[in-house]
């Protein structure tokens, strides 16, 4: 007999207050709620023979990426398609010798355009404030500088959410390169808003001065950050922490914070293994690890779709492009 | 022609004047100070009551940005700047382009100051050449050209040796090095003090250390060589600290502070506009116990100066991201209203204490006539208005640039008056104040 | 303040009674319940179609796969006006394939008729129904594309400036068809 589940809770809010997604610091949590509910009806989708919802048809969305990502840029290509909107893409190569266009000037030849929604991914921190200062269209951040990447965040609240079914009164354990890490800050607050205990961990020379103001727990030890944990991020650590003197070699990172078989035993036994990606085997984490059967690593993958997705809906709707004010 | 300022309070700290008085200028200079003094064919300026005349203010430490870069401010635009915020006269900057490392510039920049032909400006000049830290500039030359100082502002000399021979060979002239006070490496690539502010934001940050490494070096060699050192733009409390000690054991050191480090925190990088590139300084805006130890040196005369360090930029140069913004912001014209807000109104310091701050000290450290409105002395003469309603409105200052941010803030005191050479260049509208 | 006269137009026994009419008609047009499934509107939709389904299993002893469907992502009017928030999205379920079967879309009012478009919309980005016949607890006239349904619980001719509510026990508390009238300001 086939039986019908419906969730008849009503959502606290219905709509985001904002026009843009500039980062989870901004966010209340009944609005991270909505993108997580919304984002469970999007997951869906995916599994139709046709994985396509006409909600966004005739909506211009451009994914301005300013840093090289096939990941993330991906991610939103497919959300967005899904959604039926049309989408733009502009992969600016840029390094910081070379000038060019400044990224006001970039954005306001665009503006003319009239694009709905604009998916920036660049290297400083602040460009997607500077970008919704600029233009009318809704800003969404897909990473900018060492400041937030808010629906990384957003996909990783609701892969622990789908498996622990809440997010209060989780402990989390957050290792690796956290004072580059946008990752890190966007985590750090979306877990602390939403009721968990986040305990970050690296060496003292990659953690963000006055750490303790952001709610959370730091350690420079590994064993005591994932001991008891129901949740373990790793993050990213780059061989360019070397050159910077931040830690002495990748190799020693590892003996000291590389997520081994063996301290993940120290966590719950139902521990879940996360990482934004892309991942430094042997550096921030083991293969037996990555690859490991509580490894969610692939399933964040996944479900970055359906949270685009809803970012996308929830930013889209309302206000005509006209009468945006 | 003579102007006689009648029936207006004199606060003249270097005579130690407090009360009303009357002063007549005689062409370019003060002829007399004294109560009730006679007409004698002089016009009458009938000082509106409230008002406070006071020797020029002198900001010493000011980039006006000619020649090289002048899309930013000229010295024309610069020193209107100057008188319409009070200053009677300012010492420029020589990280120009070309740098001010030989007599041309100065003689350029002076020849300019004079067509402009309205504040006093004194040229600081390079310690070495192009600023580079290689080779000393050739400080004599400078030194008879007209600058009052040197520096390689913008930042630190590049090494403890060449500070050496600097403050070795300036003090032979009697001149004091300016140092912006920073080690390097601490500072990398840093944007923002580092602190919680910085880190939420995701800017790259530079601690305090790394400006208070800079004023010990400068302590410690102004000791060994016996010549004067002077900290530029203090901001942070390790600084004053080191300052501090170094006066307490009898060394040359003196120290500027500049309003926005006395009166702003680096909580201006998030509020009320997240990453406003016009909260982007060098130093940077530091965290609240910073800017308090400023109040409180400032207050207890561990610092010598206010100073604005008025850095212009164009509009198009800070509309970027923060981090590709150039530091800076300008400060000329709302330095006394600062001043006056946040140190005499609210209690910290008497108006003896902000004039020895903003007018006798910096003519003591630089060497130059001014600070006092003693007889014979040149009619350098700052008129004030302690309790004007000032709003700051960015669009309307005079400075070529409107980097600041200030733009509509509410603050009471300003400026009556300015008076160069007997030559009233500056009067506000809102004071009733006319010659 | 607008003025609101209600009036109840169906109460719990005639709801129950329509409802088990209905399912006889089902079974009567169908010449029984082969390659029947239900899909019901969100969200009141869905709780009549598992009402039709207990129903239908009481009267022919077979199950009929039921689902439920959101059309909120396929309705005209998003995106189109300066109304601010966007309506909430829920979860669709419809665990077995469309394919080849008589669906019977549920939903509780027939008015204008764009709801029930959206919803055909949806259900062929699902798959390729033999055919589609529409169930609605009230048909209140006005429609405004051509549709028709194929089962009614009640015609009630109405104005625009009124509003029929269906409440049901297990949204609401309890059953009830409501004509409410509201004054024109």
Known sequence: MTTVHDVEQKPAVTSLRSKDLLGIADMLPEEITLVLDTADAMKEIASRPIKKVPALRGKTVVNLFFEPSTRTRTSFEIAEKRLSADTLNIAIATSSVVKGETLADTALNLEAMRPDMIVLRHASSGACHLLSRICRSAIINAGDGTHEHPTQALLDAFTIREHKKRLRGLKVAIVGDLLHSRVLRSNIHLLTKMGAHVWVCGPPTLMPTDIRRFGVTPTSHVEDAVAGADVIMMLRIQLERMEGAYVPSLREYFSVFGMTEARVKLANPDVMIMHPGPMNRGVEIASEVADGPYSVILEQVANGVAVRMAVLYLLAGGADYEEAA | MKRLLKGGRVVDPANGIDGVRDVLIDGDRIARIGTDLPVDGATVVEIPDGLVICPGLIDMHVHLREPGQEHKETIASGTAAAVAGGFTAVACMPNTNPVNDDANVTAYILAKAREANLARVYPIGAVSRSSKGELLADIGDLRKAGCVAITDDGHPVATAILLRRALEYAGMFDMPVIEHCEDPSLKGDGVAHEGYFAATLGLRGMPGACEALGVERGVLLSELTGSAFHVAHMSARASLRAVRKGKEAGVRITCEVAPHHFTLTDEMLATPLAYDTNTKMNPPLREAEDRDAMLAGIADGTVDAIATDHAPHHYDEKKVEFDRAPFGIIGLETAVSLAFDRLVHAGRVRLSRLIELMSVNPARILKVTGGTLSEGAPADITILAPDLKVRVEAAKLRSRSKNTPFDGWELRGGVAATIVGGRPLFTNPETRMSF | ?185
């Open chain 3, 1 to 185: 303040m607008p003025d609101t006269k209600s009036a109840v137009v169906m109460d719990a026994d005639r709801i129950s009674r329509t409802l088990t009419r209905i399912a006889h008609e089902i079974v009567e047009r169908n010449k029984g319940v082969e390659d029947l499934a239900l899909v019901g509107v969100r969200t009141r939709g869905v709780h009549i179609a598992r009402r039709l389904a207990r129903t239908l299993r009481e009267i022919t002893r077979n199950d009929i796969p039921t689902g439920a469907l959101d059309i909120t992502l396929y309705r005209d009017d998003l995106m189109r006006y300066a109304v601010g928030p966007q309506p909430v999205v829920r979860r669709t379920e419809i665990p077995f394939s469309i394919d080849d079967k008589k669906i019977l879309l549920v939903d509780d009012v027939l008015y204008t008729g764009r709801t029930t478009r959206a919803a055909l919309d949806a259900l062929i980005d699902f798959g390729r129904p033999k055919a589609i016949q529409l169930i609605v607890l009230v048909d209140r006239g006005h429609r405004e594309l051509p549709i028709k349904a194929d089962y009614v619980g009640k015609n009630l001719p109405t104005n625009p400036e009124e509003s029929v509510r269906v409440r049901l026990q297990e949204t609401d508390g309890q059953d009830e068809v409501v004509l409410q009238q509201e004054a024109t300001v």
